[in-house]
């Protein structure tokens, strides 16, 4: 993977302090501060909390299949939240149905608990899912190949696509989505620049945040096999590929010494979650089928199974149209992570892992969209602000 963007020097340090420095050091060696990325960034967060604040004080007006909130905190912590907000404050427990929590990575609540202590754990885990958003949105930024102009208006910079995805709010709430995400471009930019001393252990921290950090394997895999000739480059390309991998035994381990069985997180994600393989895009398949089942007797409406196909058949669509804009290893890191969350049912949450798929937005807006990525952009924030309100609202989760 040749090194693309202006030339940055990065003071290393533990992950993720090291990949924020990475971020705002890149700017600072020639490349002008992106401010209207920054200032879309504070509108995206400012968006976030008045949504939040709206469904808080006039809970009336929200129809909520769960329990009224506490307080603006169980607001942010809805659905999985709940999960990473119990882990942050007791820990993993083997006692009875409390060891369902073991399908939740260990490294958000930690970090969380760290951040907020006992009493304002989620508040802060959602501070600083926010400031590492604006990291990803920086991040992004140093993938674009050179000759393309990173600071030009804000609808071609990949950053602004990221902050106004649909389903982007769930990088400013209580889930581990900002981490991973950031932890795997924190890895792959310091790579690119080689600093395999910053790369390495991002990639590692991303094991231990999502099991989906298998695919970031993928990127310096493929650029290893690019270059066989030079061995260096080898060896550190495939140091970085066994990282996430790393990551993910550290906390498979655990979980086994924990609940003293070998395959105990595979067992509980099979018997308790109901998580299972199957053949690559068969439930996508399934769904598509029982949409147009819908269609034809006039039931159709927008219920999660028809945003996962959407979100789906978006993706597909631009990286068919646009697979050449993108480098070979990012590339095959997409197809990779594509197989790899279309590959397992129950597929409820495939529209909110594809978020991470970070080389997607360096595709939008698609080259050819001359004339509408602002109609998209407004389209995209409307769609978030609905997501939102429904995920708040106890009604949907991706």
């Known amino acids: 993977m040749a090194e693309r963007g202006v030339s940055a020097e990065f003071v290393p340090g533990a992950a993720p302090t090291a990949g924020l420095v990475l971020a705002s050091r890149a700017y600072a060696h020639g490349a002008l501060v992106p401010w209207n990325l920054i200032a879309a960034w504070g509108a995206h967060v400012c968006l976030v909390w008045l949504t939040v604040l709206l469904v808080y004080h006039f809970p009336g007006r929200f129809e909520s299949a769960g329990d009224a909130p506490g307080g603006i905190a169980d607001l942010f912590a809805a659905w999985d939240g709940s999960h990473y907000t119990w882990i942050a404050a007791n820990g993993y427990s083997t006692e009875g149905n409390e060891i369902r929590r073991f399908a939740f990575f260990p490294l958000f609540p930690l970090i969380a608990h760290l951040l907020g202590g006992g009493k304002h754990t989620v508040i802060a885990g959602v501070v600083f899912n926010q400031i590492l958003l604006l990291g990803s949105a920086l991040l992004l930024g140093q993938l674009v190949r050179p000759g393309k102009e990173r600071n030009a208006d804000l609808l071609s910079q990949p950053g602004f696509w990221l902050l106004i995805s649909p389903l982007a709010f769930f990088f400013s709430v209580f889930y581990s989505e ?160 594509m197989i790899f969350i279309h590959s397992q049912e129950p597929n409820r949450s495939t529209a909110r892992y594809e978020l991470a798929i970070f080389p997607l937005y360096l595709l939008l807006p698609p080259a050819r969209a001359k004339l509408f990525p602002a109609v998209i952009a407004v389209a995209f924030i409307l769609l978030q602000i609905r997501w939102l309100l429904e995920f708040l609202a106890w009604r949907w989760v991706a």
Do not use: E, H
């Not at 066989?228 to 655990?254: D, H, Q, T």
């Not at 409406?301 to 480098?327: E, F, H, K, M, Y």
């Open 178 to 337: 900002s981490l991973f995400l950031f932890l795997g471009l924190a890895g792959t930019v310091a790579y690119t620049r080689g600093r395999y001393d910053v790369a390495i252990p991002a990639l590692v921290l991303a094991g231990l945040t999502r099991p989906t950090a298998i695919c970031l394997a993928a990127i310096f895999l493929c650029d290893a096999a690019i270059r066989l000739r030079n061995r260096r480059k080898v060896v550190v390309a495939l140091a970085c590929a066994a990282a996430p991998v790393l990551g993910i035994l550290i906390y498979w381990a655990a979980v086994a010494y924990s609940t003293g069985n070998l395959m105990g997180y595979f067992q509980i994600q099979s018997t308790i979650w109901g998580q299972s393989w199957t053949a690559p895009f068969l439930p996508f398949l399934q769904d598509a089928r029982a949409t147009v089942a819908r269609f034809l007797d006039g039931s159709l409406r927008l219920p999660d199974q028809n945003l996962r196909l959407l979100s789906t058949l978006i993706i597909l669509s631009v990286v068919a149209a646009g697979w050449r804009r993108l480098d070979a290893p990012l590339l095959f890191f997409v197809l990779v992570s």
